[in-house]
T-cell receptor
């Protein structure tokens, strides 16, 4: 069963706009990560947020975590055509096992 | 550094055939993983290895076996391939939380 569910499944925006995607999960977590996957390629790590953190920034990325709602959001500001990719959240349900469960992903298309 | 490498990139098998997918990493990571990715399903963990000499089942281990040959290499074997194993297979390695992924193997079973 999938631990993480991303929303929306697909998103299409104009270059320069902000893109927001959400991840909901089912069990308590130690941390949550976001990954990007360009078409046909392996995943690339973007950012990690720990369960005791509420917000984290990395360049044009902003991640929030609400453990009471079991949800996280990824905001990409001032999007570029190169941001076109699928984005996945990954959660570690049991601390220390390093067994991550990935969500189903959000397909982002940024139009130039 | 090559990072995580996988061979082959593409493979077509007939039902019942066997094959081994190879994965190697040059980052001296302890943990290695095998995932499969099907359309609309995200990545699902098949097996993982927390360290050399140990392996553990993930979410979808049936029909697969793994070998952690040494710290660098982690192979995935399909003993008797089935059409349901048609998928893209990714290997990953990690030394803490961040996982580094290989480019994937696209496997078709006819």
């Amino acid at each position: 069963s999938q631990q993480g569910e991303e929303d929306p499944q697909a998103l299409s925006i104009q270059e320069g706009e902000n893109a927001t995607m959400n991840c909901s999960y089912k069990t308590s977590i130690n941390n949550l990560q976001w990954y990007r996957q360009n078409s046909g390629r392996g995943l690339v790590h973007l950012i990690l947020i720990r369960s005791n953190e509420r917000e984290k920034h990395s360049g044009r990325l902003r991640v929030t975590l609400d453990t009471s709602k079991k949800s996280s959001s990824l905001l990409i500001t001032a999007s570029r055509a190169a941001d076109t990719a699928s984005y996945f959240c990954a959660t570690e349900p049991h601390s220390g096992t390093y067994k991550y469960i990935f969500g189903t992903g959000t397909r982002l298309k940024v139009l130039a | 550094n090559a990072g995580v490498t996988q061979t082959p990139k593409f493979q077509v098998l007939k039902t019942g055939q066997s094959m081994t997918l190879q994965c190697a990493q040059d980052m001296n990571h302890n943990s290695m993983y095998w995932y499969r990715q099907d359309p609309g399903m995200g990545l699902r963990l098949i097996y993982y290895s927390a360290s050399e000499g140990t392996t553990d089942k993930g979410e979808v281990p049936n029909g697969y076996n793994v070998s952690r040959l040494n710290k660098r290499e982690f192979s995935l074997r399909l003993e008797s391939a089935a059409p349901s194993q048609t998928s893209v297979y990714f290997c990953a390695s990690s030394d803490n939380y961040e996982q580094y992924f290989g480019p994937g193997t696209r496997l078709t079973v006819t």
